[in-house]
């Protein structure tokens, strides 16, 4: 048990992290294909404009020592290693995704867990690197703290950004995989929970932008500098949640308690979201597939997208908050929050895919003009199931008619290609997924070979973390 006195959750949560128990081989087949997209992801977002210009900021320290950075040909410190590969991971809005009462995407965690396995490996030549198996163990480990917490504790509603979660979970998993004490973990913990957080200004208009794709890494990397800093001896703080007044649960839960509302396993790795085949934002998944799908049907019929006379766009009160959006869209980072923008293009062009929140496409008219034509409502049913622990269903219901049309079609879809009601389907998806994330990259000529290593038990596993790193790196 880790040190009395600490508020019982935090223990609960340092408790679980140390835990030796193993995963059944089902559990670490879905860590390694999160771990395979999540990659695919870092080096898609290598050739983002916007990505390639903060992360090559001379504002960094290079060392040849450092940690090697996927996508790149940078070698960092652990922290700096830990803000690259998580804001790369996030930036384009691909990685997999968790709803609940609170949204996030677990995968976010991989910065520090990458940079903090290779690190302590890097740090001292006296221990054996870290070996993949511990980084899949640590990583399911981290998805499940991240993910349950996201169950019962809702910041969103608070104006809080949801990476709140990314840096508890990352500070955790830090610690233990840099072979810190519980103690020093709660540390860390502590020291996570009562850090300055973030607002969601930057998810929202008028003020979206692309901090949102680099406010994970920056989450995960500050998880990290907490482990460092535990490691030093750095105090905790072991009422840091429950403290009359200055305590988390009071200062900022307004009065509720941070709580884990189940046991903790392998609970949410094994539910877990991945968005495949379009890059959109999670509640909008279902929509973009009924659009393709209506327009294949329009094309039969004999009409066209431009002859379109209305949408209508039936989906859950949650897609609402974040994703009805109207009026000019300023940036990416706008488009992809905008449920009518994807609808549109994939209305327009069959497909949605990460240059279509770019221009040409951006500033079309014919797709501005057929965007004004899409109106969303909630349908009460939707919000119910989206919120029913046993569906944890994404449904859109799209209904459309045409000029010179006599009825109009509908298409409804509950469950998005990445949902676990239809994993098996997902797994021939993500692969095709990966190879398309390399194939605009220096390693898109061994995408099969780096793709069949990393689902594979026999190649991945005992392999070091930084060899993996170095596979997915320039040289």
């Keep these: ?27 670490l087949r879905l860590a390694r294909f999160c771990l395979l997209d999540s990659i695919g992801c870092a080096i898609a977002a290598s050739a983002d404009h916007d990505c390639q210009r903060l992360m090559g900021s001379a504002q960094f320290s290079k060392s040849q020592e450092g940690v090697p950075v996927v996508g790149t040909g940078l070698r960092l410190g652990p922290i700096e290693a ?103 973990a709660l540390s860390a913990l502590s020291n996570a929970i009562i850090d300055g957080h973030s607002l969601r200004t930057y998810r929202h208009a008028p003020n979206a932008g692309t901090r949102k ?20 001896g750095e105090m905790g703080y072991p009422t840091a949640l429950t403290v009359s007044r200055w305590g988390f649960d009071d200062a900022v839960l307004r009065g509720k308690p941070f709580n884990l509302s189940r046991n903790l396993s392998d609970f949410v790795i094994k539910n877990i979201l991945f968005k495949v085949p379009n890059p959109a934002e999670y509640h909008a998944q279902t929509a973009v597939e009924a659009a393709i799908n209506l327009r294949e049907r329009i094309l039969a019929a004999g009409f066209t997208p431009e002859s379109i006379e209305y949408v209508r766009v039936e989906t859950t009160r949650p897609a609402m908050q974040i994703i009805d959006k ?31 929140f770019h221009e040409p496409l ?28 046993d569906k944890r269903a994404i449904p859109n219901a799209l ?57 594979s038990e026999s190649k991945l596993d005992a392999m070091s ?3 993996l790193l170095k596979m997915f790196a320039w040289d």
Excluded at 213 to 232: E, I, K, N, P
Excluded at 364 to 389: G, H, M, N, V, W
Aim: negative net charge.
């Design 399 to 455: 209904f459309l008619k045409c000029h010179g049309m006599t009825e109009e079609l509908s298409e409804t879809i509950e469950y998005p290609l990445g949902h676990v009601r239809r994993r098996e389907e997902c797994f021939g998806a993500l692969l095709t997924k990966f190879h398309l994330n390399l194939s605009d990259s220096p390693l898109r000529d061994r995408s099969s070979i780096l793709a069949e290593t990393l689902i």
């Design 213 to 232: 794709s680099w406010a994970a890494g920056d989450a995960t990397a500050r998880g990290l500098q907490l482990a460092l800093f535990a490691q030093t």
């Design 326 to 356: 109207s009026g000019p869209l300023n940036n990416a980072a706008d488009r992809d929050h905008c449920l009518q923008y994807m609808v549109a293009v994939g209305l327009q062009t069959g497909n949605l895919t990460i240059k279509d």
């Design 1 to 27: 048990m880790a040190q009395a006195g600490f508020d019982e959750v935090m223990v609960d949560l340092v408790d679980y992290a140390y835990e030796q128990t193993t995963f059944d081989n089902e559990t």
């Design 465 to 467: 973390v930084t060899d």
């Design 82 to 184: 830990a803000f690259h590969l998580g804001s790369m991971i996030r930036w384009l809005e691909f990685n997999d995704t968790w709803l609940a009462q609170e949204w996030g995407h677990p995968s976010d965690n991989l910065g520090a867990i990458l940079a903090a396995a290779a690190w302590h490996s890097l740090a001292d030549g006296n221990q054996p690197p870290a070996t993949m198996t511990a980084v899949l163990n640590t990583m399911i480990r981290a998805y499940e703290i991240h993910g349950v917490l996201c169950l019962s504790n809702c910041f969103n509603a608070l104006g809080i950004d949801h990476v709140v979660l990314v840096k508890v979970a990352s500070a955790i998993a830090s610690a233990q995989l840099l072979g810190l004490s519980k103690d020093q």
């Design 362 to 389: 951006a500033s079309d008219p014919q797709l501005d003009a057929l965007r004004l034509k899409i109106t969303c409502t909630e349908r009460p049913s939707f919000t119910e199931s989206y919120y029913d622990p």
